[in-house]
């Protein structure tokens, strides 16, 4: 079946470690996304990627980078410059960027302490 | 630029009853709208969605929703919820350009009680 993977499911770093979290897609998606969730809050777009080896900032960039070599891969680092890290992490992807509906994983919880 | 606002921060429910989960927008250009759910520790998976056409939408798992253009709503009903209904439910909405990205409500925790 065809799907996001995001990995690990939980994560735990110390403060001031960089940490990279995974995200694989086999739908043959042209755009990713990655999300934070708090709660209350809703989702907050962290970056986008409408193809490969191009991504745009999103509402909340600062503090995380990511990278497209593939067009299955979106991995997003959190950097030791992200104040407040600890959150819930989702990544998505749809066919393209004209607002189709979006497919996501099942996250990754990211525990910094 | 869209905002969305879901009033209801929870909502609990009996068994077999009907529910409304209220979500309303703001924006000055034409809009897609979306309805989310998402179960514990899991992603968001589509229940949803108006592009355009009738206003009435039906979506997976016996949920519908209306768009009312005039007082800028989608509000998401089902006439009988289950157990396995619990859950949260996130409207989003986003402008009909490439442009124009998904915004995301706060969502409504729907609880249901046996």
């Known amino acids: 079946d065809g799907g996001i993977t995001q990995s690990p499911k939980y994560l735990f770093r110390k403060e001031g470690q960089n940490v990279t979290l995974s995200c694989e897609q086999n739908?043959?998606?042209?755009?990713m996304y990655w999300y934070r969730q708090d709660p209350g809050q809703g989702l907050r777009l962290i970056y986008y990627?409408?193809?490969?080896?191009?991504?745009q900032k999103g509402d909340i960039a600062e503090g995380y980078s990511v990278s497209r070599e593939k067009k299955e891969s979106f991995p997003l680092t959190v950097t030791s410059a992200q104040k407040n890290p600890t959150a819930f992490y989702l990544c998505?992807?749809?066919?393209?960027?004209?607002?189709?509906?979006?497919?996501f994983g099942n996250g990754t919880r990211l525990t910094v302490t | 630029a869209q905002s969305v606002t879901q009033l209801d921060s929870q909502v609990p429910v009996f068994e077999e009853a009907p529910v409304e989960l209220r979500c309303n927008y703001s924006?000055?250009?034409?809009?897609?709208l979306f309805w989310y759910v998402q179960y514990p520790n899991q992603g968001l998976q589509l229940l949803l969605k108006?592009?355009?056409?009738?206003?009435l939408v039906k979506g997976i798992n016996g949920f519908e929703a209306e768009f009312n253009k005039s007082q800028t709503s989608f509000h998401l009903r089902k006439p009988s919820v289950h157990i396995s209904d619990t859950a949260e439910y996130f409207c989003?909405?986003?402008?009909?350009?490439?442009?124009?990205?998904?915004?995301f409500g706060p969502g409504t925790s729907l609880s249901v009680i046996p």
């Open positions: 998505a992807s749809s066919v393209d960027s004209d607002n189709s509906p979006l497919h």
């Open positions: 739908l043959n998606h042209d755009a």
């Open positions: 990627s409408q193809i490969v080896n191009d991504f």
């Open positions: 924006s000055s250009v034409s809009v897609y």
């Open positions: 108006y592009l355009s056409g009738s206003t």
């Open positions: 989003a909405v986003s402008g009909v350009t490439s442009y124009d990205k998904v915004i």
